[in-house]
């Protein structure tokens, strides 16, 4: 009986995203699978590599999660201003992600996007599981857990899911897709970062977040993100709403990237 009303469940939570979360999801579900050629050079990777900085000096999207830990003692650092527009009104935010590598093939993400409106934080774990040769693409399962950090909110909640990374000198690909069984929602995003000569990058994400029995709140951001040296970078995004249901009209991002 528990196993008929979970697949109940999952049918409602599918049926609640309709056509755009669905489709976002079949996406997603795509690239991972479309690059698992890619991923499959060899699982000898970024240890003892020595990347020259033209190969290290892609930039971090806004918000997706990197589809691959970092090395083994190499911290990045996202630093987010974010100005949403609400009917009549503007509200300012702000938010963090943390990412580093702890061991070979293990890092860790530490983030909470609006430290100011989201109650929780992210703790999260991915392990690369499969990663090319050039360690420059790969596959990633993860284990995440939501703190609560805002007063009087005591609820943890756990997540898994997956991500993935496929990059070139001049692109790089970047998606990844958690499952929250305790509050039955999906959430995900993909990006995509080109690079133009040596220090502009355009940055165009997808983002999905669908919940059993809501409808689904999906938005794009388009920005652009400028190195100013091999530790700094400065963008601005722009992000609207495409789905019905949205929490906002249209948002700003200002974003500062620091690496070390």
């Known amino acids: 009986m528990a ?5 109940i469940k999952i049918k409602k939570l599918l049926q609640s995203g309709n056509k755009i979360s669905l489709l976002a999801l079949l996406c997603l579900l795509v ?7 890619a991923f499959c050079q060899g699982n000898d990777t970024m240890k003892g590599m020595d990347m020259s900085e033209e190969e290290m000096d892609m930039v971090h999207p806004f ?3 990197m589809g691959l830990p ?3 003692g190499h911290y990045a650092l996202r630093l987010s201003g974010v100005a949403a527009r609400e009917e009549e009104h503007t509200l300012g935010d702000f938010g963090f992600h943390l990412e580093a590598g702890l ?3 293990v890092g860790i993400h530490i983030r909470n996007d609006r430290v100011l409106n989201n109650d929780h934080t992210e703790f999260m774990l991915q392990y690369a599981a499969i990663r090319s040769q050039d360690g420059m693409s790969g596959f990633s399962p993860f284990a995440e857990v939501e703190i609560p950090t805002h007063k009087g909110e005591r609820h943890t909640y756990g997540l898994v899911g997956f991500s993935t990374m496929w990059s070139t000198r ?6 990844s897709l958690e499952y929250s069984p305790e509050e039955e929602a999906l959430e995900g995003s993909v990006s995509l970062v080109g690079k133009v000569g040596k220090r502009l990058f355009p940055v165009v994400e997808f ?3 669908a919940t059993n029995g809501e409808k689904p709140q999906n938005s794009m951001i388009a920005g652009l993100k400028y190195r100013i040296n091999k530790y700094v970078v400065i963008g601005v995004g722009y992000q609207i709403p495409v789905t019905e249901s949205k929490e906002f009209t249209h948002q700003m991002l200002f974003q500062t990237d620091l690496e070390w």
């Open 70 to 72: 970092d090395p083994v």
């Open 31 to 37: 690239v991972a699978v479309f690059f698992q050629p």
């Open 3 to 7: 196993k008929k009303e979970k697949h």
């Open 63 to 65: 918000f997706t999660h």
């Open 103 to 105: 061991l070979d093939r």
């Open 170 to 175: 001049i692109l790089e690909l970047n998606q």
């Open 207 to 209: 983002i999905l977040a």
